[in-house]
DNA sequence: AGGAATATTGTACTGTTGGGCAGGGCAGCG
DNA sequence: CGCTGCCCTGCCCAACAGTACAATATTCCT
């Protein structure tokens, strides 16, 4: 398994080379013409374009990882979003290179744990602030009656939600009678909206 | 390596015992007894309070991953939040759930695919990054198209969709018949959830 | 025992939705 | 001048959604 290192000439450094036998330094140019499919792939965040170039090669197939010299939650973010599997500091120790690649090869993800409570931290409260309000609408309602909204707010059918919960689909009717009358809203749709909490007009 | 699965009584799943020889059931009681530092924990979703499971175990350095038989983003954050360093399902295969303990143990985070870009996705929001899926999806879409998708995605009827731009439902219609065959949509819900591009398992 | 809440199902009805078929008009392009 | 793409509409129909008016069973509380 070859690991491909996106750097510009003298941003070399002997540590990528000490992690893996395989390790070949390249240019932007290069990567781009070259990885992949199942290439694992390490790009420098101080090349002009870097996101570019990560989305290009995770769309191509290839394991990105990310490599600062200055890491941050914001820029680990910035490279997860890209389509990049992992991210590091690029002084980190070859052990740790080689844990990342293991990590980011098996589906995984890779964050420095300092990093790891920041990057989380937003996602949630970003998300986390509107499922404690979905807690909150949701708590109302009946187990049965809870069961139905989610499964409607997955998009399915009556016909889909009575096969999964195993009833008919007048019952599946009645419960979202009842979901419709508890929340005051007028019909999927809405429970839809307001369960993603988005700007129902 | 022993891994523990902590649930109810009757939510054993024989997959587990597949995946590892060393697979151990508990209930919450006794992880909270048992487990420590360095011990790999499967938490169910579907347990009371398993947020606060999860914290605990986690402060004392077990490795937790959190299985959930409707897997979604949000809970997936919740899990993350609370120390979680895996989440998937609870029915996932055996190879699967090594897979999982594998990136876990060392340090990664294992997130299903189809949920990372939403997990992702709402994290770079939060701090402050642009969104452009939404334009990414409406792009290959007419003008008239685009106005249609966006109100129907504020959950207005059809009839309500005619009324704010001015045409008969039967144009609506026809617009909305181009949308659901250029996006691959079936319906409005469908719809809906790509453009919030949420939940949608 | 009686009431209340929950869960389940039935029949029947109205309204919405999605789409097939069939046509208009308008703009741009070779 | 045809051709194509976009926009608009009519009639019709099958499927789905939501609800009114029921009934039955279970559980939990008074």
């Known amino acids: 398994m070859t690991e491909l290192f996106v750097c510009q000439g003298p941003d070399e450094i002997p540590r990528w080379r000490a992690a893996f036998d395989e390790a070949r330094l390249v240019t932007p140019q290069q990567a781009r013409a070259q990885a ?19 989305s290009l090669l995770a769309a191509r197939g290839a394991t990105v990882k990310v490599l600062s010299y200055m890491p941050s939650s914001r820029e680990a973010l910035r490279a997860m979003n ?72 997955e998009g399915q059918s009556n016909k889909e939600v009575a096969r999964r919960l195993e009833i008919t689909e007048r019952t599946v009717k009645a419960h979202l009678g009842a979901i419709f009358r508890k929340l005051g809203v007028r019909d999927r749709l809405q429970l839809i909206l307001r369960l993603s909490q988005r700007e129902a007009v």
Chains 1, 2 share one sequence.
């Not at 992949?36 to 420098?44: A, C, L, R």
């Not at 690029?90 to 990057?119: C, D, F, K, N």
């Open 36 to 54: 992949g499919s199942g290439d694992g792939v390490w790009v420098m965040s101080n090349l002009a374009g870097w996101q570019g170039l990560v």
């Open 82 to 153: 890209a389509g990049a599997r992992g991210y590091g500091h690029a002084l980190s120790a070859p052990e740790l290179l080689r844990q990342m690649a293991l990590v980011t090869r098996h589906q995984g993800i890779w964050v420095p744990p300092e990093l790891l409570a920041q990057v989380m931290g937003g996602a949630y409260r970003a998300l986390g602030g509107e499922s404690q309000h979905q807690d909150e609408t949701l708590s109302g309602l009946t187990d049965r009656e809870r069961a139905v909204a989610l499964a409607v707010a």
